[in-house]
């Protein structure tokens, strides 16, 4: 469990920033791994881009993290409700989907109605 509880209407509130940092880093870090996967690199360069790519994915992830948010997976980013978590991907416009505490994105079902 993390220390913020948030709200439905305080996710929401949030979630245009978390996509805004996820796109950009997803991006960059997309960039770096074409260019390792096309290309036959010298190993300092290879391991420079490595480097980098390893500095953007921890730097998204901090940045979550600073907003108080929960990331369980490369992109996916839960919000504690205080009985489990909202949840969001990088590629969902809106937050659509909770999962209790135990369950992990395998439980993922639509946010009821109620919350």
Request: charge should be negative.
């Amino acid at each position: 469990m993390s220390e913020r509880i948030w709200t439905l209407a305080e996710v929401k509130q949030a979630l245009p920033e978390i996509i805004q940092i996820t796109r950009a880093a997803f991006d960059e870090s997309n960039a770096i791994m074409m260019r390792l996967d096309e290309q036959i690199l010298p190993e300092n360069e290879q391991e420079a881009l490595e480097s980098k790519l390893t500095g953007i994915l921890n730097d998204w992830t901090e940045r979550i993290t600073e907003k108080g948010a929960v990331v369980k997976h490369l992109w996916l980013v839960d919000f504690d409700n205080g009985q489990g978590y909202y949840c969001w991907q990088l590629g969902e416009e809106t937050v659509m989907y909770e999962h209790d505490y135990d369950a992990g994105f395998a439980g993922r079902r639509p946010i009821s109605e109620d919350d």
